[in-house]
C-alpha cells in the first residue's frame, strides 16, 4: 500500500497569512494526489485533485502543487472560514490511503 | 444536485454486524464508483472499499475478511455490511462519489455515526 506522510500535524496562522502545508508519498503517484478540507462535525470536502486543480467552488487562494512524491497544499492569505483540518489522499492506487492530517487553526 | 445520504443503527453491539445504506441522487452508480470511508471520533480517515461501476468490489486488506459492499442500481442505493464488531470500529462511516483515474472522492454524504458497545 501507498503511505501518505503529511506535516505538520497542527498549525496556527493569523489572519491573511500564507499557510503551507506538504504531504510525501511512499512511492511516485505521479500527480493522483488529493486534498480535502473537514470542519468539526462535517464531512470531508474536495479542495484540489490531480495535485494542481481546484474543485468547482472552491475558493482561488487555495493552490496545490508537487509531482513525483512530494506535494504541497497552499493557503494564500488565511481566513476565518479556513479553520479545519486538511487531508491529502492518494488516488494513483488502491487501497486509496490518506495522510494523517493537519489541524489548522487561526492564530 | 448530488446527493450522497448514509442510513443504518446508531448502536450496534459487539460480535453483530454492521448493515448501513447510502442513498444517492443526482448521479448514477453505473457512472461513478462510491467507497465507503470511516473516521474514529477524532482520528483520520480509513478508506474502507469501492463498489465499481460495473459492479465489482474492492476491500482495504485490514478490513476484507469482515466487510462486504454491494448495490441496488434501481434504487440508488449502496450497502455496507461489516461482521464481527468491536470497539475499536466505532467510528463515523460516510459513503464518497469516487471519480476515476485518480481516485478522487468529490461529494460525500454527511455520514452515519455508529457507536460498538453492550
Known amino acids: 500500500d501507498i503511505q501518505m506522510t503529511q506535516s505538520p500535524a497542527s498549525l496556527s496562522a493569523s489572519l491573511g497569512e500564507t499557510v503551507t502545508i506538504q504531504c510525501r508519498a511512499s512511492?511516485?503517484?505521479?500527480?493522483?494526489l488529493a486534498w480535502y478540507q473537514q470542519k468539526p462535525g462535517k464531512s470531508p470536502q474536495l479542495l484540489i485533485y490531480g495535485a494542481s486543480s481546484l474543485q468547482d467552488g472552491v475558493p482561488s487562494r487555495f493552490s496545490g502543487s508537487g509531482s513525483g512524491t512530494q506535494y504541497s497544499l497552499k493557503i494564500s492569505s488565511m481566513q476565518t472560514e479556513d479553520e479545519g483540518v486538511y487531508f491529502c489522499?492518494?488516488?494513483?492506487?488502491?487501497?486509496?490511503?490518506f495522510g494523517s492530517g493537519t489541524k489548522l487553526e487561526i492564530k | 444536485q448530488v446527493q450522497l445520504k448514509e442510513s443504518g443503527p446508531g448502536l450496534v453491539q459487539p460480535s453483530q454486524t454492521l448493515s448501513l445504506t447510502c442513498t444517492v441522487s443526482?448521479?448514477?452508480?453505473?457512472?461513478?464508483?462510491v467507497s465507503w470511508v470511516r473516521q474514529p471520533p477524532g482520528k483520520g480517515l480509513e478508506w474502507m472499499g469501492v463498489i465499481w461501476t460495473g459492479g465489482s468490489t474492492a476491500y482495504n486488506s485490514l478490513l476484507k475478511s469482515r466487510l462486504s459492499i454491494s448495490r441496488d442500481t434501481s434504487k440508488s442505493q449502496v450497502f455496507l455490511k461489516m461482521n464481527s464488531l468491536q470497539t475499536e470500529d466505532t467510528a463515523t462511516y460516510y459513503c464518497?462519489?469516487?471519480?476515476?483515474?485518480?481516485?478522487?472522492?468529490?461529494?460525500w454524504g454527511q455520514g452515519a455515526s455508529v457507536t460498538v458497545s453492550s
Open positions: 489522499q492518494q488516488g494513483l492506487k488502491y487501497p486509496l490511503t
Open positions: 464518497a462519489r469516487v471519480r476515476s483515474s485518480p481516485g478522487v472522492m468529490d461529494a
Open positions: 512511492e511516485d503517484i505521479y500527480s493522483g
Open positions: 443526482g448521479f448514477s452508480l453505473t457512472s461513478y464508483h
